[in-house]
Every structure is written in structure tokens, then in C-alpha cells.
């Protein structure tokens, strides 16, 4: 079939740093690799994912972050 081949194990790995955040599935604060991200409306927040159950977590940065 067409398309250019995949390229899976090729991937470079964004800057992870660890953060502090709350788990909503599992309902307790969670350490968590996640990268530095600009959310839309100029502020700047933590994504991650839980490293029990895998759901995304996120936390807010302050102003200066």
C-alpha cells in the first residue's frame, strides 16, 4: 500500500522534567515526568501522565515559570 515507511523507534525524547500533580483518577497527588508546555491563553503548565494508571495530568506553572 502507499505512504512513506514508519518510523517508531526513531523519536527524539522532549525535554521530561519531574513535577508534582494530582492524579484525578486515582485521587492523590502523584510524581510525574512531564514536559514545560504555553497553553493557549499564555500561561504555562506541566503535562504528564500518572505513572499508576497512565491518565494525563496536568499542573498549572505559576507566571514566572
Do not use: H, W
Request: aromatic share 4%.
Amino acid at each position: 500500500m502507499g505512504g512513506p515507511p514508519r518510523r517508531e523507534g526513531l523519536r527524539k525524547e522532549p525535554n521530561l522534567a519531574s513535577y508534582e500533580g494530582y492524579c484525578v483518577k486515582c485521587r492523590t497527588k502523584r510524581e510525574f515526568e512531564g514536559e514545560k508546555k504555553d497553553l493557549p491563553n499564555g500561561r504555562s503548565a506541566a503535562q504528564g501522565t500518572c505513572p499508576v494508571c497512565g491518565t494525563k495530568i496536568t499542573r498549572m506553572l505559576g507566571k514566572s515559570a
